[in-house]
């Protein structure tokens, strides 16, 4: 083991950085999860997960990736060969399409360039041309991890309805989920499939479905074979605090911690400072000289910003030099956008000081690294955050 | 929260008591899942946990309970209307099989007593009466967690051998591994499916498949739809050190320090531990004048030992006082042994002393309990503790 | 390292078993001691402790050792050459006294054998010879960790009253506060001395002094130098929840919780399950033959006993060979019964399970040691466990 | 309890930021102090910290604040009535000399400015005026906490030495041991006080007391009273690896985690660290137009920077303004510097984007206090960093 001095900066657009109260919720022993004191821990876990996704229907936890929740969502939902319609907007909408293929679906795409969210209007266009329903569910990532692209969910949500569509409406919010205002029941969300990992702060290793009423109706006919999976012991289990099989304890002693710690700071709050946090980063980045890949500013993303590099400079390289000289990992452009940009995670347990010190790391790193920017983009994202409102400041030392 | 002197005594046959040491290892930052550390990390954990199952092949390690490994098991080795035997040792077989054919396959159940392991002989017969090899799998558990037998897997491959027939051998480990002697390459088991939180003193939340050659050529066939669960993509990218989606990162902190612990105690001492206090609490059942609800000696398990309570007692009211009185958890009877027995755990992390204050417990609770019993249970496992070989003694101290 | 199953076991007479919630308050970054967070904690802990110590007075907390408290005591409280009269009631007696003479304070030592708490009469009789008062301090040790013999502080305070003298009264409850029942206040005692890492189940490094009055008035006229240990400046300071120099703070969270959990359980159901602990444990030496040290009933310790050993059986080698065979720790018996004693601690955070562990490892280890006993020891234990009130029941579970 | 996300920027001169590895060392049971366990941890401890040093002598470790190491150089060497030569460089060597008069010393002040460090010929010239050696030790702060000032130490013992003055010389470390170059062997210094909570990255609660062979050598004659600081039983029983009274177990586990991990680093790169983060903040400071307090290039600190409010405006308010705005700690300026300065603590487990985040949020603090500064700090505190040698490199990533 080699000690590197201070913390490591884990910019990545998640797994983010777990707040200590959390760790240490987890760092005590395992109990009895069939025991009263689990019960009484997880009815108050069951409960609480609601808020988050603002939903007052049941949620579903897995132990397990992201990836999971979304194979649930669509094999309590669907049938063998259902088409689903789903949206290209980049990387991770991409890999629920191959999924989706895997499971025995067909799915159908709209294009997108990577560089906006979900058009709603074009969802609803296809809609209307499917007068004899074949599509099943519409399919969308909230917000798109590889490009940092916000999709507007209530509008595809009033589309679909436009359209007098019954499919239903899948959507992931792995990177969106207590970062970015979120409303499962509000916006019409037939399923949200979330994960542990990044608004939520803990770990990976837990995620989500909510479920709407449809959704739940929806699969008691649909016929992919499921288990691990399956709604119905879940939901049943649920009731009284338990599980159908051994759920992943530790790391429901943090999300128990978690929620409390979101309320705390409460949602709004938690939402405007993600806001904020995009707002100085992409001052930084357009000071810098550089381009920010999303390319609508009502879809720019409050979990994380794409940057693009200026041609012909190579962003892994960049990447490396900052993770070796300034102890800071960012993530990488992928699939089509490999080494072509760099994406700088400010999402979950995080602050304006920490937001320097990125911004900090990324300027020296380009400095360091030989590539063509501007100075100034700290000093740009300094202004913007001395602009916004201390709605998040410390209170308590009053 | 009320406070409670001293630890609870978690003794339900997993999951079991997590160490400090595995504990604080998991409570360290997560880091980057795509990054050179973590690399280093994983790489060294994916060959360590082959020493586990004793294989040289590879180990898929799931972030999910160890539920999901047993639909991995199925799902990447059959198809749709595959016919799987399966052997009824108890509960966790029964759940198996139902598992089983929620994912589209036929199950075909050699009955059993619930008192006793496989009969190796019986799945031999049925085998060699298979003369169209439509069986296409064999399942087994291996210490069956609802009863405390232990299944002559060894015997069962043989018996398979000697039928001449192709079935793969698929094999559940859950709460043996890492403490009853098991062998996945030697005994010729295709996979073998453990979990993280019984004998590898980890929370629950990962799991796993040991796969043989013959299990992986199977895989290229195999026609049930899976993705989460698939082999492929997930054997590929752990060659390097990566996995094809977010792994649960500080559970592979924890399996990365549980894996050192088993082999500085070494896996030889660990197996004898366990035996010695499976002998030591049927000594102590014995001499309460109970019945050990295993019914053959040589199924004996080192994990858990199940107790049926004498006529007419109810056994969930005796765990129901013992936790009260004593803080100490107890396993259920599950399904047909509801209420009819209790379990008492011994795997994991457990040493002679902790053995004498659960021994010590159930017997004050069989006498607070009111249930008919003769004293002297924890001196005759006294007994066999005191005249079983020292080999685990702390050699530290001299 | 090598890993050694299970938990150790810490029966030494303190520092004690820190239970999960102490240290992982402790495990928490520390704060900036001169702000608003740490005076909230601060004031919390400063009254907390109060009610441990069972005095409305102030408690003055050193980042120190239990024998700085002792320190603190004299120097705030003499003058060089005073005289102290100290009751002889084992090896920390002895210890304090040469503490008091490296002071240059003058002592008397009242002889004890060692078996017995302080002779309150005797005190009584020494004073009332002291017409002049030339005795400035009558020094007890409440309970004497050497030898877990209990002194009767209130009969003490008794006698100094009857004898019409004017000595304060200076206590150690180094191993006793948290444990024992104990009254600063009611007891009319000047200075209590405390430890955090006995009763406190905190770590060592805090030490504590309860303050009287009487002993403030009298650390105004005192005259030994002091300047670490000087109450003035840190009662001055604490009124406002901070310190006159850095306090230790990681160790003032881990007090903060402890003090919370120990009212959790609450004072009087703590001191009787020490006294119960402490029945046990008399009862199991008692069937095995052997002697327990303290030979005065009332005199008897709840946090710990001393058990003789047999004629020619050395205490050391049978305190090494449960070390090696079974992890647990013990207490050495300490200068003139070197060897001839050993200490079983059963304070702290300690339940009944742990002590039924406790007791078999001692019982083991006389069998493995060769030592002459009785079998029985446990069984005995087990019925005084058995027949006592389940007062501390966990009543969660009902 | 209220969340604030991200974490509190810690950036007092210490306590400094603990690292997880400390944090997560010390959260391990409690061993006993008298077992082989223990003592070979206490010998790695023992001989590990003398490199921290610089010497080859014996370190004491005291549990206990910094304060008690001063009380300990001072009562271990010298008798009532000595004369102490002490420079005042600041608020803390003001402290010492208090201290020591509490101890019936004598104390001479050499005034200083508080602005400089210690003035090595001033000390030489006043003794060579002490022609009877009535100056029995000079006491010199390293790096002045409430100034960031550096004395040249070595200068002082040529000073002494040019003399031909028998004195010995104590030198206080708390804020510079294990930041700032120090050599007690080659430097000739006789007692070295340090603290565990500053450049060591442990909590508070452990100092010590560096020794030469004249020190050890004076103690046998010195005549203060002294029992819990007296080195010779300590030095005895540390021999063997354990403690004449308890030990503050698990700060010793930090302990010997930070030594370790300032060793992987490297000394020489932990001293560069601290150099290139002063440099950098001086350079921000000036950037900003304001003035850095320590008036001499030769003295200032790599620990700490302090630095001087303009005109008129109060440093309370923007500190308490920046705590509230920016949940960032910093350290208030003492005694006759209050409210006029606040220093930044830039020392123990940091790096360059925590300086850089320290540094934005000390400039945001600035624009929204109101006070007059000129943009631009960050910005040339980035120049610095990214000009100097990338020696703390991560090249791990390589």
Redesign the interface.
């Known amino acids: 083991?080699?000690?590197?001095?201070?913390?490591?900066?884990?910019q990545?657009p998640?797994?983010?950085?777990?707040?200590?109260?959390v760790?240490?919720a987890?760092?005590?022993?395992?109990?009895?999860?069939?025991?009263?004191?689990f019960q009484a821990m997880a009815k108050r876990v069951l409960s609480g997960i609601r808020t988050i996704f603002q939903t007052k229907n049941p949620v579903v936890i897995?132990?397990?990736?992201?990836?999971?929740a979304w194979?649930a969502a669509l094999v309590n939902t669907l049938s063998?060969g259902d088409l689903c319609l789903m949206y290209e907007t980049g990387h991770f909408a991409s890999l629920w399409k191959?999924?989706a293929e895997?499971?025995?679906l067909r799915t159908e795409f709209i294009a997108g360039d990577w560089r906006h969210g979900a058009d709603a209007a074009a969802i609803g266009e296809r809609l209307k041309k499917d007068a004899g329903h074949e599509i099943k569910a519409v399919c969308v990532v909230h917000n798109e991890t590889s490009t940092g692209c916000v999709s507007p969910i209530s509008d595809v949500r009033k589309a679909i309805d436009a359209a007098g569509h019954p499919a239903l409406l899948l959507v992931d919010t792995i990177s969106s989920l207590g970062s970015i205002d979120y409303r499962h029941d509000e916006w019409g969300v037939d399923v949200t499939v979330g994960?542990s990992?990044k608004g939520l702060m803990l770990?990976?290793?837990l995620s989500f479905n909510a479920i709407s009423d449809k959704a739940i109706a929806a699969s008691k006919t649909a016929s992919?074979?499921?288990?691990?999976w399956?709604w119905d012991e879940m939901l049943t289990m649920n009731e009284s605090g338990f599980f159908?099989?051994?759920?992943?304890?530790?790391?429901l002693y943090g999300l128990d911690a978690a929620i409390?710690?979101?309320h705390?700071?409460g949602l709004a709050n938690?939402f405007a400072?993600h806001q904020r946090h995009g707002a100085a980063t992409r001052a930084a980045v357009e000071a810098w000289g550089l381009e920010v890949l999303c390319d609508e500013p009502a879809h720019h993303s409050g979990s994380l910003t794409a940057v693009m590099m200026p041609g012909g400079q190579g962003a892994d390289a960049l990447r490396?030099a900052i993770?070796?000289?300034?102890?800071?990992?960012l993530g990488?452009g992928l699939s089509k956008l490999a080494d072509k940009i760099f994406r700088i995670g400010h999402l979950g347990?995080?602050?304006?000081?920490?937001?320097?010190?990125?911004l900090?790391?990324v300027?020296?790193g380009l400095?360091?690294g030989g590539v063509p920017y501007r100075?100034?983009g700290?000093?740009a994202a300094?202004a913007v955050?001395?602009a916004a409102n201390?709605g998040?400041?410390?209170?308590?030392?009053?």
Chains 1, 2, 3, 4 share one sequence.
């Open positions: 083991m080699t000690y590197h001095a201070g913390r490591h900066f884990l990545i998640g797994p983010t950085n777990v707040p200590d109260r760790l240490r987890m760092d005590m022993p395992t109990m009895d999860h069939r025991g009263p004191e897995y132990p397990a990736s992201g990836t999971g194979e063998p191959k999924l895997k499971l025995g994960g990992q770990p990976p290793g992919l074979p499921r288990s691990y399956a159908p099989f051994t759920p992943a304890t530790n790391l409390e710690m979101l705390e700071e938690v400072r490396k993770l070796t000289r300034f102890d800071m990992s990488a347990d995080f602050n304006d000081l920490t937001l320097i010190g990125t900090g790391g300027e020296m400095e360091a100075k100034g700290v000093d300094m955050l001395a201390a998040e400041a410390r209170q308590a030392a009053e």
